[in-house]
């Protein structure tokens, strides 16, 4: 499986803070780019994603910068809130060839402080 | 958004034994995936299981640990056989319809193996 390299493993911010976590990808087949959200003891959930066509991505508190030519992208969580504490995944996948599963980075432990 | 149920929720077997994990989905779609995500780490994908045909397994996993089935558009199982401790982990099922972006995952079945 090609890779996709997450850092950093674990992260530690007070309420309000900016947590960034950065991602990069070695498939140049990838053109898209989700973020996932797990709690523990659920399945993992879609928080947001991108395409290679922006560089930027805004939902909420959540944004995703992207990189096409360093093939880099980071999660950004704008005033973040104890209820954010949760593993936060990257993945890329080709888009819409529906055979082709996420392949994983290997998540980041994020911890908000009240 | 689709819906997946998993059964069972969480099992504790015994070395040598097999157990059955059912998915089911709240749509038809083409194309289902099987992960492992072993304590406190990523998800990695097992297998690809496509309606009417033999599942596509990634490296390190094969047909004789963790058959598949794939019955219809709806429903799919995948067996660990011959459990070890080394097959503790949770197991999820997800899918990813054509069209669309979002790969949808169940709340996975925890597997704890004496």
């Known amino acids: 499986q090609q890779q996709v390299k997450q850092s950093p493993q674990s992260l530690i911010v007070q309420k309000g803070g900016i947590p960034i976590i950065n991602c990069a990808y070695e498939?140049?087949?990838?053109?898209?780019f989700p973020w996932y959200q797990q709690f523990p003891g659920k399945g993992p959930a879609l928080l947001i994603a991108?395409?290679?066509?922006?560089s930027e991505k805004k939902e909420g508190r959540f944004t995703i910068s992207f990189n096409k030519s360093a093939k880099q992208f980071s999660l950004h969580i704008m005033d973040s809130q104890p209820g954010d504490s949760a593993t936060y995944f990257c993945?890329?996948?080709?888009?819409?060839?529906?055979?082709?599963?996420?392949?994983f980075g290997k998540g980041t432990t994020l911890s908000v402080s009240s | 958004s689709a819906v997946i149920s998993q059964k069972p929720s969480r099992d504790i077997c015994q070395r040598g034994t097999s157990l059955t994990i059912q998915c089911q989905v709240d749509?038809?779609?083409?194309?289902m995936f099987w992960y492992r995500q072993q304590p406190g780490q990523s998800l990695t994908l097992i297998a690809t299981?496509?309606?009417?045909?033999?599942?596509?397994?990634e490296s390190g996993f094969v047909i004789d640990k963790f058959p598949i089935s794939r019955p219809n558009l709806t429903f799919s199982t995948l067996t660990v056989s011959n459990m070890s401790p080394e097959d503790s982990s949770i197991y999820l099922c997800?899918?990813?319809?054509?069209?669309?972006?979002?790969?949808?995952f169940g709340p996975g079945t925890r597997l704890t193996v004496l």
């Open positions: 993945a890329g996948a080709p888009l819409n060839q529906a055979g082709t599963a996420l392949i």
């Open positions: 498939n140049t087949a990838f053109d898209y």
């Open positions: 991108i395409r290679p066509d922006v």
């Open positions: 749509s038809q779609v083409t194309m």
């Open positions: 299981a496509n309606q009417g045909s033999e599942a596509t397994y």
């Open positions: 997800s899918q990813r319809s054509f069209g669309t972006d979002t790969q949808y």
